[in-house]
Nanobody, 127 residues
Framework: QLQLVESGGGLVQPGGSLRLSCAASGFTLDYYAIGWFRQAPGKEREGVSCISRSGGSTKYADSVKGRFTISRDNAKNTVYLQMNSLKPEDTAVYYC????????????????????WGQGTQVTVSS
């Protein structure tokens, strides 16, 4: 079964940190650019960050620039999202998604259609 599984969410105080993981099973992430998205209650889903197949190209939403860092470990078939200086407005369900790019190594974009989605992990930032 092909699936993405997120983990690492939880409750954290403002200013705290969390690291989310996105692990693939049933397929290799080597051929996929990976994106992180989030959806807060009553709001539309928004793109947070993405990383190219090579790991050499990344993009971030303006709201998280300088606070979040995306990375990948293809040997572990896992992508990470390090979230620092968390704010209450970061509270949301976070999803990872995979976009297949067979011939392109150094590209990702949060507006691209995704081939696979995870089930999401809840992040709550509150005192």
């Amino acid at each position: 079964q092909l699936q993405l599984v997120e983990s690492g969410g939880g409750l954290v105080q403002p200013g705290g940190s969390l690291r989310l993981s996105c692990a693939a099973s049933g397929f290799t992430l080597d051929y996929y650019a990976i994106g992180w998205f989030r959806q807060a209650p009553g709001k539309e889903r928004e793109g947070v960050s993405c990383i190219s197949r090579s790991g050499g190209s990344t993009k971030y939403a303006d709201s998280v620039k300088g606070r979040f860092t995306i990375s990948r470990d293809n040997a572990k078939n896992t992508v990470y999202l390090q979230m620092n200086s968390l704010k209450p407005e970061d509270t949301a369900v976070y999803y990872c998604a995979a976009h297949r790019l067979d011939l392109i190594l150094h590209y990702c974009d949060l507006s691209d259609p995704q081939n696979y989605w995870g089930q999401g992990t809840q992040v709550t930032v509150s005192s």
